[in-house]
């Protein structure tokens, strides 16, 4: 089959999508702009000579920023200024899971949407004000979602879902939609990334819902970030300094990978991904002490600045292509990222949080450090143990038998205390007991085909097993 040419492209899937009709109106022209603007290469190239290290005054260290009001009924007028957004899309699929990830169980028989509603119930209980709590699902946990919100039905506090855009995954063979050429099912479609948060919010009608209720801001966070919680501190900040856009950003450490950088450029600030620096700039990117800081994807967003960015179709993210399998077809996924959005606000600022602020539950390696004596839970809050001297969460790795969180449950008696832990390096076929403590260096091996028991009561400092 001949390839199909760039200038054929975008016509042929404009009349294809145009006959979809699972989707909005609104659904089909995001999708077509997305893909039009990834055909035409509109990519900015970063000059590396432009860039700038970011000021105090662009990325405000959190200890410089001054105390929120002491007395109660300032607090709370404060605080009736914002919503809270959680970005629900994601499923735990990585994790051995089916259904929202945000139902995974954390700790105490707590899932992480039970410490949330818990967390704005205690703010709102606390301050007497009405904190709402925003879900942005997906086609992907929309359903189970509903169902789950329904436990929340009487609590204090204002709980409202929407859905982010649904999109279809383009055949790279002929570049047609997947649901055009008979995939009707899920797998013909998908949600295009978090960068979406701020045209579904829109196109959902929640943004004008909470504009009419005198909302200002709407603080974004992943779902699965039990550090991400409300800061009055921060919100405070924004409002007297009319700051239209706030991204938490905290020190890497070795486990941090991902994650882009801020930086100031052409008189913005600007996120910078590793995917952006110019191939002979990278390893001065991975050396320089300016970009050791991290997006930890805590967005502090102007509702009004939303609807205008917006409304101008002004928001034009650098798109992420994300190609993929499905059922032996090679598909393209094209998606964006809300952090990117940073340098289309006015006024925009990176707030160097601490460590506590970025705590993500991403595999069962992070499920063991939450469920583990390095914190104990006051008022839905995962509260660090103070017995810790080291600054730093340990780096623990388990091998596979451990991946799904079932697995790994049934592989604990109970979890071993860690306080005093750095290292932990886990590997084949290892069941533990209770009450096991850990500390320094601990790796433990079972030989291929040996079943390893770590006994009751075990100490491992500093050594193998």
């Known amino acids: 089959m001949a390839a199909v040419s760039d200038a054929e492209k975008l016509p042929k899937l404009q009349a294809a999508v145009a006959g979809l009709d699972q989707i909005s109106e609104n659904e089909k022209s995001g999708f077509i702009s997305l893909v039009s603007r990834y055909l035409s290469g509109d990519a900015e190239q970063i000059e590396w000579s432009k860039i700038q290290t970011p000021t105090d005054e662009v990325v405000v260290p959190y200890e410089l920023l001054a105390p929120p009001p002491e007395d ?17 899309g994601g499923l735990g699929t990585t994790m051995g899971c089916t259904g929202p990830k945000s139902v995974i169980e954390v700790r105490n028989g707590f899932t992480f949407l039970d410490l949330i ?30 169902k789950i919100v329904e436990k929340y039905a009487n609590s204090n506090i204002d709980i409202l879902t929407f859905n982010q855009s649904q999109y279809p995954r383009l055949v790279l063979e002929d570049f047609l939609p997947m649901p055009s050429k008979g995939q009707w099912g899920k797998d013909g479609w998908y949600p295009p990334g978090h960068g979406d948060v701020f ?41 007297d300094n009319k700051n239209e856009f706030c991204m938490e950003v905290t020190p890497k450490t070795l486990a941090d990978v991902k994650g882009g950088t801020l930086i100031s450029y052409d008189g913005r600030v600007q996120l910078l991904e590793i995917a952006q620096v110019p191939d002979d700039h990278v390893n001065e990117f991975k050396s320089i002490e300016k970009f050791k800081i991290f997006n930890t994807n805590n967005l502090w967003v102007n509702l009004k600045a939303i609807k205008r960015l917006v409304e101008a179709d002004a928001l034009k993210m650098e798109i992420i292509p994300n190609p993929k399998e499905v059922d032996g077809i090679k598909v393209l996924q094209l998606e964006t990222a809300a952090g990117a959005a940073i340098r289309f606000f006015d006024n925009a600022i990176g707030v160097n949080v601490p460590r506590s602020r970025f705590l993500p539950v991403k595999a069962t390696s992070d ?50 205390s860690i306080v ?43 050594k193998g097993y």
């Open 199 to 239: 045209p579904s919010l829109l196109n959902s009608g929640k943004l004008e819902a909470l504009l009419s209720q005198g909302k200002e801001y709407v603080f974004i966070a992943n779902s699965d970030n039990l550090g991400a919680i409300v800061d009055i501190k921060i919100l405070n900040h924004l409002i």
């Open 367 to 416: 499920l063991l450090l939450v469920q583990s004596d390095l914190y104990t839970l006051v008022d839905g809050f995962v509260v660090r143990n103070k017995a810790r001297e080291n600054p730093a969460n340990p780096s623990i790795e388990l091998g596979p038998e451990f991946k799904k969180v079932a697995n790994f449950l049934a592989r604990f008696k109970s979890i071993p």
């Open 72 to 88: 109660l009924e300032a607090t709370r007028k404060i605080l009736d200024k914002l919503a809270v957004l959680k970005l629900n």
């Open 117 to 146: 509603v818990i967390q704005i119930e205690s703010l709102n209980k606390k301050y007497g004000c009405n904190v709402p709590l925003l879900l942005m699902n997906s086609f992907n946990t929309h359903d189970d979602t509903l």
């Open 420 to 462: 005093e832990l750095d290292t932990l390096k886990v590997s084949g076929d290892v069941w533990f007991g209770a009450g096991i403590v850990l500390k320094g260096k601990a790796t433990i091996a079972a030989s291929s085909g040996v079943k390893l028991e770590i006994p009751d009561g075990a100490v491992i400092e500093n």
